[in-house]
């Protein structure tokens, strides 16, 4: 509890921007969702679903570089957090996504139908960015009427949370490296570097 407690102090700015893009992509999320649903073309559903997700992923993988870079701008002889800091502030960050996932799934598994509907319509408020690609589960994959596939719509829930998992763990650590993805496909940025940085590096 104390850990929980002192990893909260250290990066509740970065947790709480983390709600903060979840929740306005949320939105983002629900309002293409109901237009393309309606729509019901499946090529433009795929695209909505892939460009909701992606912006999130995008949100969450730039302010976890931009925090990475700033650790990079130390001194060398400056504590550094753990590799692992951007996976713990981005699964600190999804808990109640998570908390969630698990409540609907029990409520689901014990036939309690109205309050895993109210669940549900909680997850989509704050994790809506997935709301294309699980209407597009549920029509073409599960089942509504299976009580398993009910089920697995809430797993799918929690698998929802690692395509996020996985780029804030590589922002923070590319950003702790000052290595940006585009250096990767040989996309040079021209970067200004102050003085101290200089000296930092000798």
């Known amino acids: 509890m104390n850990k929980l407690k002192q990893f909260w102090e250290n990066y509740a700015s970065l947790v709480i921007r983390f709600w903060t893009n979840q929740i306005v992509m949320s939105v983002l999320g629900i309002s293409v969702g109901l237009a393309l ?58 808990l109640p996504t998570i ?24 997850y989509y408020a704050i ?25 697995m719509g809430w797993v799918c829930c929690l698998f929802y949370t690692i395509p996020v998992l996985v780029f804030s763990t590589l922002g923070y650590r590319l950003g702790s490296v000052d290595k940006p993805l585009r250096s990767f496909f040989g996309i040079k940025a021209k970067i200004k570097v102050s003085p101290d940085r200089k000296n930092w590096n000798k």
């Open 127 to 151: 994790h809506g960015s997935y709301m294309l690609l699980h209407s597009l589960l549920t029509r073409t994959i599960l089942n509504a009427s299976s009580l398993f596939s009910q089920c």
């Open 99 to 122: 908390l969630l996932s698990l409540i609907g799934l029990v409520l689901q598994l014990c036939h309690a139908d109205d309050g895993s509907t109210v669940v549900k319509l909680i």
């Open 37 to 94: 649903i309606a729509l019901d073309i499946l090529p433009v559903t795929i695209i909505g679903a892939v460009f909701c997700i992606g912006i999130l992923c995008f949100l969450q993988y730039d302010m976890l570089f931009m925090f990475g870079e700033n650790i990079f701008c130390k001194p060398k002889d400056a504590v550094r957090p753990s590799v692992w800091t951007g996976l713990k502030i981005a699964l600190f960050g999804y």
